[in-house]
Nanobody
Framework: EVRLVESGGGSVQPGGSLRLSCAAS????????IGWFRQAPGKWREGVSC????????YYADSVKGRFTISSDNSENTVYLRMDSLKPEDTAVYYC??????????????WGQGTQVTVSS
């Protein structure tokens, strides 16, 4: 059974930083990608970032480029999302998701339970 466990959410003031973690287990394919998504109240789910285990390729939404950094520890099947210069509009529940490729992750059935990030003064 595929399991994704997020951690690291919390409350922070604007301009602050957080690091989210996503630990993946139970999957059998060798090449995989893990992506981060977020959903704010009353809004659609938004893709934030993704990283491929194959070649380390990374992708970012325009709204987070230059502020968020995704990285991975393939030995631990864990992906991190470092979030700097946080803004109130970054407030959302953040989810990680897994599939074979970043391109197909939005339709994956493998999702974590989510972690709340709140940016407020």
């Amino acid at each position: 059974e595929v399991r994704l466990v997020e951690s690291g959410g919390g409350s922070v003031q604007p301009g602050g930083s957080l690091r989210l973690s996503c630990a993946a287990s139970g999957f059998t394919f060798d090449d995989y990608a893990i992506g981060w998504f977020r959903q704010a109240p009353g809004k659609w789910r938004e893709g934030v970032s993704c990283i491929s285990s194959t070649d380390g390729s990374t992708y970012y939404a325009d709204s987070v480029k230059g502020r968020f950094t995704i990285s991975s520890d393939n030995s631990e099947n864990t992906v991190y999302l470092r979030m700097d210069s946080l803004k109130p509009e970054d407030t959302a529940v953040y989810y990680c998701a897994l599939d074979r490729d970043c391109g197909i992750i939005p339709s994956t059935k493998f999702w974590g339970q989510g972690t709340q990030v709140t940016v407020s003064s």
